[in-house]
């Protein structure tokens, strides 16, 4: 138990303004207190530091989604005042009952699925033919779209015309050669194929001006929609710019001027409401259902998707393709060391406790998603269709605990509200990559006081089929690599190679 300071909300505000500054590395006069705190763009480390900062100065923590929650650094520093105010000492746990870390107000996501009516593909008879000569990409310089951009220059005769955040070109250029020669898919020979166009999904017409939105509206022939921010912590309100609004523009993009088939990359994360646990979930089958989806990502998920679907039954050409988690490359082992598995993998060694969970590993290899993904979206049977890119045969996450011992790591598993607590007291710095994502493991949302990761535990997952994709699939060399002992071992020496899995 930790008895609350007591501070005034300007002795809160000051000290936001400060440590803010701090954190970003600007003067305390470039913070604006009546700014919105996510246009600051704090990742969840940095969000982790701001909080444990907090927590030392009331004396408990609050949650961090409250920095998401609270428009500004003022409204905010009022809220955590009234909080110290209060008399009663409230636990530190993490997951904490307080008033300030209630969980936010249920959000109504089908009121969110509204796609502007001026977005209409017209009449469908300019529907492009052939083969396209000019590819636009979104997420080219993330993980998933590094492999898209090497399938397409191999499938494809096209230019790629990739959306990237940069200064300039030039600068947008080498983020994306970096990223692919990250992955080791860099191929010079297609270099000059990849063409950078400057922008943000989170801006009106992607953030690149009406005169070069006009120009790609009249020359692209189909667009790659792979861009989103991912991000366990934030809300729906932080994402929803990048990841919905940013699919409405790409959903404009695609209907002015000439109309372009949209393949979207959308999650098996739009079957995560609560409505679906223990039942089948089809390919084409229905959506409606978001009720408990609490993650603000899945939630921007399931909004995008619909949108595209809507845009669908408008008349634009689609296809929507759901990764589950996207794990590494099954041939070199590369992957993109940030995704959740791996987080939460290097924590539990550092830890050395596994929580014994019921979970299936719900993953596939990124060579077979980006395969799948260009493949299908060149089938004309495709259109329209959406894909479930799950793993049809997935393992139990005790598998991988078992390979990790196989390497000689030493890793128990123990009782998860067991390995909660351990998270909870033991894991206290930025050194373990749990801390960052303690919000997302510890939070308790709604009636059911459920964290996520409660969500994920197998009796309240939906069976997701694939079936239906492996049949498209099946005229093609495609096929999904087992999770076995080997997949695990060609992961693992990358991750020990790349540094990432030298535990002490
Ligand atoms: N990874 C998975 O396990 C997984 C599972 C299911 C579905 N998906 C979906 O697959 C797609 C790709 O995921 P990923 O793993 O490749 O993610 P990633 O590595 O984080 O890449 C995300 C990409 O989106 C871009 N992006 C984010 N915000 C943007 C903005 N405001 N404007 C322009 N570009 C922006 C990023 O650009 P910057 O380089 O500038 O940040 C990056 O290129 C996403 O749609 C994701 O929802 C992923």
New binding site residues.
Partial sequence: MTIKQSFTAGDIQVFLISNLAELLKVSTDEIDIKEHLENYGLDSAQAMILISKLEKLLGFQPSPLLLWHYPNIEALSQRLSEEVQEDSPIQKTGVTSSNANAAPSVLDLSAEAVLDPTIHPGAASNLPVGEPKNIFL????????AFVIRELLQQTNADIYC???AANAEEGKS?LQK?LQQYAILQEEFNSRIIPIV????QPLL?VGSEQFQFLAANIDTIY??????NYVFPYSALK???VL?TQEVLRLACQIKVKPVHY?????VFESTAYAGKVVKEQDEFNHWEGIYLG?SQT?WVAEKLVKIARDRGLPVTIH?????SGDSKTGIC?TH??INLMTKGCLQMGYFPDVDYMLD?SPVDYVSKAIVYLSRQKESIGKAFNLQHPQPAALKMLVEWIRSFGYSIEMIPYQKWQAELINNVSSVDNPLYTLRPFLLERWSDEQVTIPDLYLQARRPHISCEDTLIALADSSIVCPPIDSQLFMTYTAYLIQSGFLNIA
């Fill in positions: 979104t997420g080219g310089t993330g993980f998933l779209g959306l990237v955040r983020k990223n922008g943000d999904l989170s953030g929609h792979s861009g989103a921010l991912l710019a990048a990841n940013g990359v959308s999650s098996v994360a990502y998920k759901r990764p589950p988690l996207i993109n995704d959740f993953m």
